[in-house]
């Protein structure tokens, strides 16, 4: 064994995967769990957990899986973790607590994230359940979305003996596990609808398609149906666009809608009510990871696919193993290229986008180099799909009916850090409503925030 690198982790093979939606990592067996766990040397300082936004005892569960004693390592994990079985799948672990790993120094960092998908799945697989209350305290909580940051806060006030009513605007339950990630990165049968099986049998009740500012209100919450406290976790499903020349033409989708059509209306099943114009060349405009999600997408639904990125590929913000696992797949990256135009033909269909290429000048405020036109560059792609990756922004329907409710310029709400705490009493938020669109464990750590915050609100009350 080289203690040095990483345990080698099952995939499937990169042309098989790329014509079907299964999924692409495999992840380890008990023994190549217990392998790669004996790498861990048990800091007594331990980096890893300052990395982790939800603070799991990362040394306490691997020193576990070393024993082979799995349940007890879930048990660990469960503790401050509703949804371990998703973060080991699609967390950044390279820049959260892996990226402080100390055996990363000198060789690769243990694989946190793949030991922690072992332990959930594992657990899934026996029926184990994590740990609840043992009895209830009498106060009620409302949580308004049922994504990451939602399922969350509710786990952790149903295990401080809270009653938790989770209101969902979707028909099923997840957010943003549900509609925005891809089959093949996170299965929802297999894997969400799991977790949130868990989160429910610590007591936790979801009510599914409630629209929070026009099935009820906050106010209505508080005030009419006797909740103590809410937690809005409703996350950022507003699409941003470019604002381009030809961007209104037929064929032209944001990532949400892409990606919302296949993964929670079964779009990629062509009996499917739902379907999705599958396109022969698709170009996605973004660099992100649902950029990442939409273009593997649009390839499995048979396209040749163009991510357009207006930087280069030291500055595209996916993660490394996306980046890497849509390379193999054969989509082409155009980089250091921005559109600034959609053309179409004469019915209204795209038919292609105009470019121009890119240089990176001084950094900009975000501390990037900032990309600057090259004159007389442009070129087009042709293409009959554009996907506009390009991030999101909150839905303003819960801020504009909610008295006493701060945004700030970008329509977020306004909420601090620690505990979540809003501007209306009673009120706490977390996640892509607060942050804008950021990754599934940063909500899942303000979810824990908001969670502490209302235990301690309603303590002191």
Sequence with gaps: MDVLKKVPVREQDAKERAANFEEVCLGYNKEEAMEEAARCINCKNAQCIKGCPVAIDIPGFIEKVKEGDVAAAYQVISASSALPAVCGRVCPQESQCEGKCIRGIKGEPVSIGKLERFVADWAM???????????????????????????????????????????????????????????????????????????????????????????????????????????????????????????????????????????????????????????????????????????????????????????????LPARVEEVHHAKEEGIIFDLLTNPVEILADEKGWVKGMKCIRMELGEPDDSGRRRPVEVPGSEFVIEADTVIMSLGTSPNPLISSTTQGLEVNKWKCIVADEEFGKTTKEGVYAGGDAVTGAATVILAMGAGRAGARGIDGYLKNK
């Excluded at 909580?141 to 049922?146: M, T």
């Excluded at 990630?181 to 799991?194: C, D, G, H, M, W």
């Design 125 to 315: 697989e026996e029926g184990i359940k994590p740990q609840g209350a043992k009895e209830k305290n009498g106060k009620k909580v409302a949580v308004i979305g049922s994504g990451p940051a939602g399922l969350t806060c509710a786990g952790d006030l149903a295990r401080l003996g809270y009653e938790v009513t989770i209101f969902e605007a979707l028909h099923e339950p997840g957010g943003v596990l549900v509609y925005g990630i891809p089959e093949f990165r996170l299965p929802k049968s297999a894997v969400v609808a799991k977790e949130i099986e868990n989160v429910k049998s610590l007591g936790v009740h979801i009510e599914t398609n409630v629209v929070v500012g026009k099935s009820v209100t906050i106010d209505e919450l508080l005030s009419e149906e006797g909740f103590d406290a809410v937690f809005i976790g409703s996350g950022a499903g507003l699409p941003k666009f470019m604002g381009i020349p030809g961007e209104q033409a037929n064929g032209v989708f944001s990532a949400n809608e892409y990606l919302t059509r296949s993964n929670l209306m079964k779009a990629f099943d062509e009996n499917a009510n739902t379907p999705i114009m599958r396109g022969q060349k698709v170009a996605v405009v973004g660099g992100g990871n649902v950029a990442m999600d939409a273009a593997r997408t649009a390839l499995r639904l048979g396209a040749e696919v163009h991510i357009v990125y207006r930087r280069s590929e030291e500055e």
